[in-house]
């Protein structure tokens, strides 16, 4: 199994960037896939996951009603549209696919099987 984002890149603080996931040896739409990103100095944070089994969706509170995740399951591949960027978004965003997304109250739990290398985000004030 093979996990890749994209997308990633240096934007200014208000603006908007589109990150994608594409996984080759599975089908995204049997899996749950989760986005995290990891900054400087921080802990890794759960920041979306996508449940196929029933489309739910999950936002951490961070950054709710400013990212939203999709899927295109014909391209096998899953979205992040970031929208209304701030600096504090900066980091390394990491895409990752298990059987469920997991969660312990609110937080997004980083326990999933395939994990991609991750792509940069960074946004400037």
């Known amino acids: 199994v093979r996990v890749v984002e994209s997308g990633g890149g240096l934007v200014q603080a208000g603006g908007s960037l589109r990150l994608s996931c594409t996984a080759s040896?599975?089908?995204?739409?049997?899996?749950?896939v989760g986005w995290f990103r990891r900054a400087p100095g921080k802990e890794r944070e759960g920041v979306s996951c996508i449940s196929h089994d029933d489309g739910a969706t999950y936002y951490a509170d961070s950054v709710k009603g400013r990212f939203t995740v999709s899927s295109d399951t014909g391209e096998n591949a899953v979205y992040l549209e970031m929208n209304n960027l701030k600096p504090d978004d900066t980091a390394v965003y990491y895409c990752?696919?298990?059987?469920?997304?997991?969660?312990?109250?609110?937080?997004?739990?980083?326990?999933?099987?395939?994990w991609g290398k991750g792509t940069q985000v960074t946004v400037s004030s």
């Open positions: 040896g599975l089908t995204i739409g049997d899996h749950a």
């Open positions: 990752a696919v298990d059987e469920r997304c997991l969660r312990i109250g609110t937080s997004i739990m980083a326990i999933m099987d395939h």
